[in-house]
């Protein structure tokens, strides 16, 4: 069992960062594929970002790119979301999740074996 545990969101301006972090307890996660969703009230929940196991791939969804960095540190069994330029439509639930799957799901919720209870970004305009 592994247990996904986020922090780092908050309030934050238009043009503003925050950097989200999700530690994994538990057991070592290096064997994880590690994938960040969101998802906007009244929304559905969307893929944001993934990370292969050893940290050599990566993907993001289109409107992330070049604003959002997705990286790890697998000894200290955290992932983190850099999160720059925010904007508005930015404002979410941000979960982390974790797959033992292999890396062609890595952007599909029902993907996912494991889920963090989520922490929420606001940004203000």
């Known amino acids: 069992q592994v247990q996904l545990v986020e922090s780092g969101g908050g309030l934050v301006q238009a043009g503003g960062s925050l950097r989200l972090s999700c530690a994994a307890l538990g057991r070592t996660f290096n064997g994880y594929v590690m994938v960040w969703f969101r998802q906007a009230p009244g929304k559905e929940r969307e893929f944001v970002a993934a990370?292969?196991?050893?940290?050599?791939?990566?993907d993001y969804t289109n409107s992330v790119k070049g604003r959002f960095t997705i990286s790890r540190d697998n000894a200290k069994n955290t992932v983190y979301l850099q999160m720059n330029s925010l904007k508005p439509e930015d404002t979410a639930a941000y979960y982390c999740?974790?797959?033992?799957?292999?890396?062609?799901?890595?952007?599909?919720?029902?993907?996912?074996?494991?889920w963090g209870k989520g922490t929420l970004v606001t940004v203000s305009s």
């Open positions: 999740a974790a797959s033992f799957g292999t890396w062609q799901i890595h952007s599909r919720a029902d993907g996912m074996n494991f």
């Open positions: 990370i292969s196991g050893s940290g050599t791939k990566t």
